[in-house]
């Protein structure tokens, strides 16, 4: 891989830890904030596929397992295996739209959520109830579902992929954006 590309996806997900801890810690919707780096690693394996997007969710989950009190490599597993199966999935949609791309933002973020919770069940980490873990995953996929398109922009700069590919997003009129 390009050394430019690793320089320019670390500072995405650098950049997406800074933005979690300054900016979106502060504007929660039912004490729930976006996960910024789970978004970053759904926008990689969208734009990139499912085995550098697992990468991505690997380094994604490293850096908020050094933030938080959770076994360590919990968050990086969860994080890796959702980006896995989101870019798997991603691969078999032959015309990706904004609203498929904010529709699998939802479902990844809502996974990796619920992920979290029954992986930490079995290392013996508390989970939330089954009603607030819902809310969670229903806000926090809300949140990451709106943020995705511009998350997919910014990965497809990071990992120099172009931006009239398989990832382009159409208007009603057909142009592409």
Same mark, same amino acid.
């Given at each position: 891989?390009?050394?430019? /590309?690793?320089?320019? %996806? ?20 039912? !004490? ?14 969208? %734009?990139? &596929? ?7 969710? *690997? ?13 360590? !490599? ?6 890796? @295996?959702?980006?896995? *199966? ?21 479902? &990844?973020?809502? @996974?990796?959520?619920? !992920? ?35 998350? %997919?922009? /910014? ?10 590919? =398989? *990832?382009? *997003? ?5 142009? =592409?954006?």
């Amino acid at each position: 891989m390009d050394s430019r /590309i690793v320089v320019r %996806v670390g500072l995405v997900l650098l950049s997406a830890a800074i933005l979690q801890r300054g900016v979106f810690a502060q504007f929660r919707l039912g !004490g729930v904030a976006a996960d910024a780096l789970l978004l970053a690693a759904l926008a990689a394996a969208v %734009v990139v &596929g499912p085995d550098r997007g697992a990468v991505a969710g *690997f380094a994604s989950g490293v850096l908020v397992d050094l933030q938080v009190h959770t076994p360590f !490599g919990l968050t990086a597993l969860t994080y890796c @295996l959702v980006a896995w *199966f989101l870019g798997r999935f991603e691969a078999t949609v032959v015309r990706s739209s904004r609203l498929t791309v904010m529709a699998t933002g939802f479902v &990844g973020t809502a @996974l990796g959520q619920v !992920g979290f919770a029954l992986l930490g069940e079995l290392v013996g980490v508390t989970a939330p109830g089954v009603s607030r873990l819902a809310i969670i995953a229903g806000v926090t996929g809300l949140w990451n579902a709106l943020l995705m398109p511009p998350a %997919v922009r /910014i990965m497809r700069w990071a990992w120099d992929q172009p931006a009239d590919g =398989r *990832f382009a *997003f159409s208007s009603p009129g057909g142009r =592409r954006r």
